[in-house]
């Protein structure tokens, strides 16, 4: 079992920055593949990025890749993600997910664990 809670949303202006985190709790976050996804009102949850239990290999959607960094902290049971010149389409409920699968998966099916969800709102 692993339970998720996400910080670090809010308010930015487009172009800013923030860091969001997700603290885990439970023996099997360390062998988790975990990842992020977001989902704007009125649409469907999508794939946001993905970092394999090591470490070792990450994966990002193509509309944050160069902007948004994942990363881990196996020692502390958390992973954060670094979201720099975000725009006003990033607007979303931010969601951190976790599975026992070794691979990363873009599919929001694939994750037996989820946080309750955190608000990034990006002004214009």
């Known amino acids: 079992q692993v339970q998720l809670v996400e910080s670090g949303g809010g308010l930015v202006q487009a172009g800013g920055s923030l860091r969001l985190s997700c603290a885990a709790s439970?023996?099997?976050?360390?062998?988790?593949?975990v990842g992020w996804f977001r989902q704007a009102s009125g649409n469907e949850r999508e794939f946001v990025a993905a970092?394999?239990?090591?470490?070792?290999?990450?994966y990002y959607a193509d509309s944050v890749k160069g902007r948004f960094t994942i990363s881990r902290d196996n020692a502390k049971n958390s992973e954060h993600l670094q979201m720099n010149s975000l725009k006003p389409e990033d607007t979303a409920v931010y969601y951190c997910?976790?599975?026992?699968?070794?691979?990363?998966?873009?599919?929001?099916?694939?994750?037996?664990?989820w946080g309750q969800g955190t608000q990034v709102t990006v002004s214009s």
């Open positions: 997910a976790a599975t026992g699968r070794g691979y990363i998966s873009t599919s929001h099916h694939s994750y037996e664990y």
């Open positions: 439970g023996r099997t976050f360390s062998t988790a593949t």
């Open positions: 970092i394999t239990w090591n470490g070792r290999t990450t």
